[in-house]
């Protein structure tokens, strides 16, 4: 079905796997918030302090490193570590979407503060305060890892994550602004992105 030019992945089996897998990654992560979302397409990037552009230019950048690396062969590992990786990737998916059905309304790719915006506290949220974020960082970094390096993996983890905090800061600073005293009770009591963080 699909083919492997450069023999990058374990088998035949794996490559239509990771295949699919990625189109899927990107295929639900566009069908999903339509369906929990009625405000979806009307959103902009007024307050978003360039938070979701800065995101979009840290993931390309990530894949364009991986993919280089991979080609130059530098920081390789193969084997059970991609099949790790495609593992990460499915778990990564799951868990944004959960978070994402959570979200319902709420959700938007850019800062916007709904009118009656309220806290979401079921699911995920009951203990991390941003778990759509932790699953998109699961996600990029599985895709490294199934590329087979891991010094792009690395690589990914740091510049998604970093990406991700600027738009954590800019995103509080608006909850802070709009919920108050509610949402800094909530900071206290969760984790940002990951149990102990």
Request: charged fraction near 15%; hydrophobic fraction near 50%; charge should be positive.
């Amino acid at each position: 079905m699909f083919k492997d030019p450069f023999g990058w992945f374990p088998d035949s089996f794996f490559t239509n796997l990771f295949s699919l897998v990625f189109v899927g990654v990107y295929a639900v992560d566009y069908i999903v918030p339509r369906f929990t979302n009625p405000n979806y397409q009307r959103q902009s990037l007024k307050g978003d302090r360039g938070s979701f552009l800065i995101i979009i230019a840290a993931i390309i950048l990530a894949l364009f490193i991986s993919i280089f690396l991979r080609l130059k062969n530098i920081g390789i590992l193969t084997g059970v570590f991609q099949w790790l990786g495609l593992l990460l990737m499915l778990a990564g998916t799951t868990f944004r979407q959960w978070a994402l059905m959570h979200l319902g309304r709420f959700f938007s790719r850019t800062i916007q503060i709904e009118t009656a915006h309220q806290i979401i506290k079921t699911g995920p949220y009951k203990s991390i305060r941003h778990p759509a974020y932790t699953g998109m960082i699961l996600v990029y970094l599985g895709i490294s890892m199934a590329l087979g390096t891991w010094l792009g993996a690395l690589t990914t983890f740091v510049i998604v994550t970093a990406s991700l905090l600027y738009r954590i800061h800019v995103e509080e600073n608006s909850l802070l602004q709009a919920l108050g005293e509610e949402y800094s009770k909530y900071r206290e009591q969760t984790w940002k992105l990951f149990p102990g963080w």
